[in-house]
Each structure stands twice: as structure tokens, then as C-alpha cells.
């Protein structure tokens, strides 16, 4: 079976493709069918072939990953049941996997894609609800606004007959329609931003290619577009359904007072979008310093000057490890004669790429403990490399000796260590000397089973990304390689190549990947990137995230100021003929501008912290998320609250601004 892209890409949609021969490793099959391109989605791959049943039931290092689709109504824990029965039934009939350490183990396919990504979604989606609460309080507040400033001719409307529900339904109806229209600018918006997603998310967010604008949206679209409406229009149109419509006629002109009931609205509604804001930027302000904690972590190798790549070994073609070492021994040493290239070496898998781990055991000098391959195992990243590995990293070593050419297949097992495993294998005794097996259980070879003298202690690598703690980790030669293993490794994944260069590594792609093919052109190098972007890898999630965060919290201090803005902008128009009374008894200009301020700041301050006090339940969110750094970090909190008084006072001091130059006349000449 193959995919429908690789369909069009290697055979040009050609229907006759089917019955037709296609040669991989070394072997022709017989193309059966063309599945769609989501299948890749459970398995990343373009070519699927049919599983050697019969050589594999009689291997007992095999293990497979089967898909089955559980029956509705069927739950987990019955699922589990009926899976134990088979297990134990095929266990009595092949007797020689009773020994297997974990048997069946039921996942959910959804649980595997979505868990990873969960806090980080549950955190994007609160902070969209953040937004558009943002948005729904800006919109009633300047809605509120409108409708008073029109209080006049809604009084006219009321003393025609006009119902106070007529003229509710009347203020909600233009609310409704400002909601539409902004539903069907954020639908545009949305489709530019979807089709951005999968470049901003990388390889984080599940199946992001797959994301579009479909019905369903334009109907949930809809749907939120009109509760916002609803929303947002229901405040002003409540208050002014219970407003004094006599009142408002007696009244000279729009200038007069709104009252106290008005005035307390904009108020609740300006501090909650000040609180909400705070919040967002609480948030955008802990994932940007975690990830900034994140970029400074020191990796324990030189990022640097490092170029990767990738080779798909055909196991077929080197099966076992003195092949596998003739071949790796034979590349490394042309890439080290291209000019540039410092050091080069193959290794099983890249820092963040989350290596095979296979047990080890600690034995002594004299040889094999009595407990090894049992109680005192250890789980550590196995790497299998050439003896110039160490240099092409700029691994420090820490005691003894690193890998040399002289540790062949013919020679001593040796074995080199970071600290980490120094201390775990032998927490009250020097590791240098002593001795480590390989394997343990169905992973053991006979073979294999040696105690590999340990030569060297290096420094500790951070292998499982920069947010994780240094592993257990273990370098073997690839010429002394475990058979079982190596095989397993190849069968698993490609060979990972590392090459130290004294200028740009890219710029030594093309002499690298004919350097590699002068080897063996059947082997061709692919994947390549320099190690920093392979470390962005592997923290890209947090940036997504943080940059999804920073931009809704940017999004909501906008609106916030917005807001202020626009309630300081009425307060002051409606407050033309006292500030005009003021300064003609001699208030300057400045005492206008800073009274106004006083009143804006204190808004800020009783809504800044609300917010900080919203903070702390999104933290709840974003805690799996964080590194080096407390949900309730001090910095990030000043930095928060400056922030928002900052933005507060640029929102403010606009009208104030304004209001302290205006000619004490032409106030008083108004009604």
C-alpha cells in the first residue's frame, strides 16, 4: 500500500499503478492499493508492507503496535479485559514469550496525540475566552456610551410610544448587526491564520495541516458572533430600559449627566477588561521567561559550528556491527578530509531525538555481580559512535580516556559513560575501571552478554531535550556494538550523522552529501540542519506557545486600552462645563491632567489586581508548562503591573490631555 501523495509524487497519478512492482530495501512487492495521505497521521510513513508473520512469531525481541477500533459502548476497562483473555491464551500456546516484561498494554490513539498538547490548548482556549470577554466588555461600554450620548432623541422615541422594549430591542438589533460584520472579519482573519498555523506550531500541535474552515465553523461563528451581540448589547439596553426618559427630555442638550447608575456600569465593565488583561499578561509574561530559561540551558556540548544529518542504513546491506563500523569508520573519514570539517562521526540517534534506552548493569573488576540483569538495572540512552564523536560534539571528559580507532571488534569491550550513570551505577565507588553489561531479559543476546570495561567519564548531555534533566547515558563503539541492538536501532531509525565545521555548516552541505555518497551512493544523506535548529526543535512547543500567548495578551491590552480610553473620553466630555468652571478660577493645566490620572490610576490598580488574582487560576494551566520559574514569580508580577499602569496612563493622558486646554468660555457657553 502507498500513500496518495507518494502516488502522485513518484508515479504522476498513474492508475495503472496497481499490480505493478515496487522495489524496497532490496525487495519487490506488489502494490495493492493507494490509501489517503491521513493515514500518516497515525503512521508517518508513505509505503506500508505486509508484516512477516511467520519470522516474527518465533522472534521474542519483536514487538508491534496494532491499531483496533473499539465497538461504541465498549469501555476502556472491558476492552482490557477481553485483551488479557487473548494475551494469556496466545501466551500458552507459544510458551517462548511468557517472559516479555509487558505483554499487551492498551493505549487510547486520541490520549497519544492530544495529552502532550493539552495544557498548552486548554490554556489557549482560556485565553480566547479572556479576549473576546474583553471584547464583549469594550463593546458595551462604548455601545453604553453611544446610546446615552444619543439619550435625547431615545427620549423623543419613548415620548412617540415607543416601548421601553422597543427601544431595548432597538439598541440590541444595531449590536447585533456591529457583531455579524465582526464575525465575518474574524472568519477572514481566521482563514490567514490557519493557513499560518502549521509553519508557527511545527511538529507540535496534532495534525495542524489538517486544520481548516469548514460549515461547522461558519455555524459556531455565527453562533458565538450573535451571543456576543447578546451579550455585549444586553448591559446598555437593560440600562437604558430603567433610564428616566422625562428626565432626558427636560434636558437642554446631550451634555448632561448620565448618572450614577450609567457611570458605575462603564466603571465594572472598564475594570474587568483591565483585570482580564491582566491576566492574559501574566501568562504571556511567565511562558516568555520560562522560555527564555529554556534558550539559556546549557545542553553540555557546543551548539555551535554543528551540522546533522540523516542516513537511512539498509539493514540488509550492513547487518551486523563490524560491517556497520567498516562503513560509518569509512565516511567519518572522508567527511574529515572535506575542507572545513573539523571532526565527523555517526551516532544512533541526536540530542532531543529521545534515544533507545536498553538496561545496563553495574559488575565489578572481578566480573559479574551476582544480582546483574536483575534487581539492579539501570535504564540508560544507548548510543552506538565513531571514536571522533566526542570531539565533533566538544563533549568535555571528565576522567579517563575517550573512544580511540584501536577499539575494534578484535579488542577489549569497552565502554565510555557520562556522569550521570557514574554515579548511579556506583553511587560509593569510583566507575573509572569498572564494568557495565549491556542487555538483560528478552533483550539479551548470549553473545552480547560481556562486561564492557568502562574507560572514560564524560560530561553529562541534556538527550531528552533542554527542559529535561540530564539522562543516564552510554557510548559504545559501533564496531563493538551489540548485534541484537544495532540491528534493533537500524530497523527503528536512521543513523544521525554530527560533523564539526569551522565556518557556517550549512555552507559544507553539498561537499558533505557528495562525500557520503562517495561511500555508498545507495546510502544517500538527508535531513540536513544545523544542531541549534535541532534544539529549537525541541523546545519550538514552547514558543508556540508562548508566542500564541503574547499575541491574545496583546490582542487584550489593546482592547483594554481601547476601553479606558473611551470611558476617560466621556467622563471628560461630560464633564466640559466643570473643568471649564476650574480652570476659569484658576486650576492649571497640570492639575487637570494629573486629577484625571489620579482617578484613571486607581481604576488601574483595584483592576490590575483582580487580575493578579486571575493569574494565579491560569497558572494552573500553564504550571506543566513553565521551567525555572514560579507561577507566581515576583519579576513577572512588577513587570505585569508596570505594564499595565503604563498603557493605562497613555490611555488616559490623551483626553486629559485634551481636556486641560480647553477655553473656559466656550464651557461655560454650553447648555
Known sequence: MITRAFWSRRFANDPAIIGTALTVGGKRYIVIGVVPDTVRAFSPAEVYLSLPIPEAST???????????????????????????????????????????????????????????????????????????????????????????????????????????????????????????????????????????????????????????????????????????????????????????????????????????????????????????????????????????????????????????????????????????????????????????????????????????????????????????????????????????????????????????????????????????????????????????????????????????IVGIVGDTREQGLRFSPTLTMYVPVAQSPELITRLVLEKIPLQWVVRADRKPMDLVPAVRQAVLAIDPTQPPADFATMSEVLGRSISSNRFNMLMLILFSALAVALAAIGVYGLTAYAVAQRTREIGIRVSLGARPTQVVRGILAQGLRLCLAGTALGLVGALFLARFLRSLLFGISASDGLTIFIVIATMTAVVVVAIYVPASRASRIDPMLALRQE
Not at 461504541?72 to 496466545?90: K, M, N
Not at 451634555?255 to 488583561?277: C, D, E, F, P
Request: aromatic share 6%.
Open 59 to 453: 522472534d521474542r525481541t519483536n514487538s508491534f503496535q496494532v491499531l483496533g477500533r473499539v465497538p461504541p459502548g465498549v469501555g476502556r476497562a472491558q476492552a482490557e479485559a477481553q485483551i488479557d483473555t487473548i494475551a494469556r491464551r496466545h501466551a500458552q500456546e507459544s510458551p517462548s514469550l511468557t517472559n516479555m516484561p509487558q505483554g499487551i498494554v492498551l493505549h487510547s490513539l486520541q490520549d497519544d496525540f492530544v495529552a502532550p498538547v493539552r495544557p498548552a490548548l486548554q490554556a489557549l482556549l482560556l485565553a480566547v475566552g479572556l479576549v473576546l470577554l474583553i471584547a464583549c466588555s469594550n463593546v458595551a461600554n462604548l455601545v453604553l456610551a453611544r446610546a446615552l450620548a444619543r439619550r435625547r432623541e431615545i427620549a423623543v422615541m419613548a415620548a412617540l410610544g415607543a416601548s421601553r422594549w422597543r427601544i431595548a430591542q432597538r439598541v440590541l438589533a444595531e449590536n447585533m448587526l456591529v457583531a455579524v460584520a465582526g464575525g465575518g472579519a474574524g472568519l477572514l482573519l481566521a482563514h490567514a491564520g490557519v493557513r499560518a498555523l502549521p509553519a508557527l506550531s511545527g511538529a507540535n500541535l496534532p495534525q495542524a495541516d489538517r486544520i481548516h474552515i469548514d460549515g461547522y465553523v461558519v455555524l459556531y461563528v455565527a453562533a458565538m458572533a450573535a451571543l456576543t451581540g447578546l451579550v455585549a448589547g444586553l448591559p446598555p439596553a437593560l440600562q437604558l430600559a430603567n433610564s428616566d426618559f422625562l428626565r432626558w427630555m427636560k434636558e437642554g442638550s446631550a451634555q448632561g449627566g448620565s448618572g450614577a447608575a450609567g457611570h458605575r456600569v462603564r466603571v465594572a465593565l472598564t475594570l474587568s477588561q483591565i483585570a482580564l488583561s491582566t491576566i492574559l499578561l501574566a501568562g504571556a509574561g511567565l511562558l516568555t521567561r520560562s522560555f527564555w530559561n529554556l534558550a539559556a540551558v546549557d545542553p553540555g556540548f557546543r551548539v555551535d559550528g554543528l551540522l546533522t544529518m540523516s542516513v537511512s542504513v539498509t539493514p540488509a546491506k550492513y547487518p551486523d556491527s563490524a560491517r556497520l563500523a567498516a562503513y560509518t569508520d569509512a565516511v567519518a573519514q572522508r567527511l574529515e578530509r572535506v575542507p572545513g570539517v573539523v571532526a565527523a562521526s555517526s551516532t544512533t540517534a541526536l540530542p532531543s531525538q529521545f534515544p533507545i534506552d536498553f538496561p545496563v548493569s553495574a559488575v565489578g573488576r572481578s566480573g559479574r555481580s551476582a544480582n546483574a540483569g536483575r534487581s539492579d538495572q539501570l535504564d540508560a540512552w544507548y548510543r552506538a559512535i565513531n571514536p571522533h564523536y566526542f570531539s565533533a560534539m566538544d563533549l568535555p571528559l571528565m576522567r579517563g580516556r575517550v573512544l580511540t580507532d584501536s577499539d575494534s571488534a578484535s579488542a577489549a569491550p569497552v565502554i565510555v559513560i557520562n556522569q550521570a550513570l557514574a554515579h548511579a551505577a556506583y553511587p560509593n565507588g569510583d566507575a573509572l575501571g569498572q564494568a557495565l553489561f549491556i542487555g538483560g531479559g528478552y533483550l539479551t543476546d548470549p553473545r552480547d552478554l560481556r562486561p564492557r570495561t
